[in-house]
Nanobody, 125 residues
Framework: VQLQASGGGSVQAGGSLRLSCAAS????????LGWFRQAPGKEREFLAA????????YYADSVKARFIMSRDNAKNTVYLQMNSLKSEDTAVYYC???????????????????WGQGTQVTVSS
């Protein structure tokens, strides 16, 4: 599967952005999907993940009250709605997919086989 992320940009603190990640190929519903971000000089950070085949969605504590992940299997697209953005949310955001992840692996970027190219989000205060 190939992933194409979009929707990044520059926004004022307190604002919102919605990221999209479109997947090509078949079997989208069977993939677990994740959103991660990486700020300069930092490790890639887990944000949210959606289990395959209608499973649950999981969030990092740091974004649980502000970010919402959703997926549209008919459109082969996953979204990340980001609200109440802060300057510390500035990073490159990535979507990822894998066909065979157990719940405990969803937050580990090393477990994902497929990655989008990343989209820059810049939040100014």
């Amino acid at each position: 599967v190939q992933l194409q992320a979009s929707g990044g940009g520059s926004v004022q603190a307190g604002g919102s952005l919605r990221l999209s990640c479109a997947a090509s190929g078949s079997g989208f519903r069977r993939y677990s999907l994740g959103w991660f971000r990486q700020a300069p000089g930092k490790e890639r950070e887990f944000l949210a993940a959606s289990k395959s085949n209608g499973g649950s969605t999981y969030y990092a504590d740091s974004v649980k009250a502000r970010f919402i992940m959703s997926r549209d299997n008919a459109k082969n697209t996953v979204y990340l709605q980001m609200n109440s953005l802060k300057s510390e949310d500035t990073a490159v955001y990535y979507c990822a997919a894998d066909p065979a992840l157990i719940t405990s692996s969803l937050s580990n970027p090393a477990q994902y086989d497929y990655w989008g190219q990343g989209t820059q989000v810049t939040v100014s205060s």
